[in-house]
Nanobody, 120 residues
Framework: QVQLPESGPGLVKPSQTLSLTCTIS??????????WSWIRQPPGKGLECIGY???????YYSPSLKSRTSISRDTSKNQFTLQLSSVTPEDTAGYYC????????????WGQGTQVTVSS
């Protein structure tokens, strides 16, 4: 059973960069057909896929966030990291990492989520 705990600060100041890390246990970040994703849910709103990094290291970002988003990985630590720059209070949300299985189009495993608040 793969586990995906997120880690990072719960409070970020406006204009700074939000940085979260997901550490994978029970699986490998390089296993074929898995896309390692970041998803967020603002208060009172639905889920939004921020982007992902694939098993081969390719990345995809949501068009609405692309200019501010970077997702990277450290295969030696079995981790992947989200960086979202120039944050505003609109970026306040619960942030989740998840594993997407491309062959069946399913987010099959999720982290427990971490709340990030953008405030001065």
């Amino acid at each position: 059973q793969v586990q995906l705990p997120e880690s990072g600060p719960g409070l970020v100041k406006p204009s700074q960069t939000l940085s979260l890390t997901c550490t994978i246990s029970g699986g490998s970040i390089t296993t074929n057909n898995y896309y390692w994703s970041w998803i967020r849910q603002p208060p009172g709103k639905g889920l939004e896929c921020i982007g992902y990094i694939t098993y081969s290291g390719s990345t995809y970002y949501s068009p609405s966030l692309k200019s501010r988003t970077s997702i990277s990985r450290d295969t030696s630590k079995n981790q992947f990291t989200l960086q979202l720059s120039s944050v505003t209070p609109e970026d306040t949300a619960g942030y989740y990492c998840a594993r997407y299985t491309a062959t069946i189009s399913v987010f099959g495993s999720w982290g427990q989520g971490t709340q990030v608040t953008v405030s001065s």
